[in-house]
């Protein structure tokens, strides 16, 4: 199959693209720069110059592969349009196409959620709503990512790692859902070949606290619990989703595509 990929060259991208080409899919990837084209390439892909709000380009690529995965987000502008528009235009091209979504939309789960569980978002994530129901309207596949970590990245890494004194909100006794980024890599490939209008959780579901990763993070450092208020000034919005308790399941991506994560200690790999 013939699969153009929208942020290849991102921290999920990197992964996406190779496995892809693992799989035995021709891949062409969206790139805005000589040095992404060169990393395309590196990864074995074939690049696209272009950008996500170039929605000709994108439904022009799409076309020609045939199937299309959108990994890509744009922040400098309004994402939600963006992401529609950008969505709505590969969906015109292709056959085939998968879309990004997250498990922060469903909330403080209250239990183990499911793909049919209520949705209950903060509101970084909420705008996801209204462009994933449009997405699976036009039989459009939704891979929703857990926290995603790995390879020394991730938003994980981003926000806890590189502190000095390594937080946790509350008493952080949250549970995070995580998933490594080789794995989901691995469910946006077998996705391609699901069922039209279909959504996948991808959780390995080991379920550890916040507190939990932070004390791993710190190899050493110390740790120090601080309220939703602080959380909101050194991290802005996304404090709100780093506060969620989430336990999920990935049953279905394991009952309907055969999905085996194969990295299920992310305390010991952090």
Do not use: C
């Not at 959380?231 to 399941?249: H, N, V």
């Amino acid at each position: 199959m013939k699969v153009f990929v929208t942020g290849g060259t991102g921290y999920i991208g990197r992964s996406v693209v190779p496995a892809l080409v693992r799989a035995g899919h021709e891949v062409t990837a969206l790139t805005r720069s000589d040095k992404s084209a060169e990393l395309v390439k590196d990864l074995g892909g074939t690049p696209v110059r272009g950008t996500i709000t170039g929605t000709e380009v994108l439904r022009e690529a799409a076309k020609a592969a045939g199937a299309a995965i959108h990994l890509a987000q744009d922040f400098d502008g309004d994402t939600p349009a963006i992401d529609r528009a950008a969505a709505q235009a590969m969906q015109q091209g292709a056959e085939v196409y998968v879309h990004s979504g997250g498990t922060w939309v469903y909330g403080d789960t209250d239990g183990v959620a499911t793909e049919s569980s209520p949705y209950n978002p903060p509101g970084i994530v909420a705008w996801r709503l209204d462009n994933e129901k449009e997405v699976r309207a036009r039989g459009g596949v939704v891979v929703v990512p857990g926290l995603v970590y790995g390879r020394g990245e991730g938003l994980i890494e981003t926000f806890y790692a590189s502190k000095d004194v390594v937080p946790y909100i509350g008493d952080g006794e949250n549970h995070w859902d995580l998933v490594h980024v080789d794995d989901i890599a691995d469910l946006y490939v077998r996705a391609l070949n699901a069922a039209k209008g279909s959504v996948y959780i991808g959780v390995n579901e080991a379920r550890p606290t916040a507190r939990q990763v932070s004390e791993v993070l710190a190899k050493g450092k110390q740790t120090r619990s601080i309220t939703i208020e602080e959380a909101r000034q050194e991290m802005g919005p996304i404090a709100d989703a780093f506060a969620l308790d989430q336990q999920l399941s990935s049953a279905k991506a394991r009952d309907e595509l055969g999905w085996r994560p194969r990295h299920t200690d992310p305390l010991n790999e952090l």
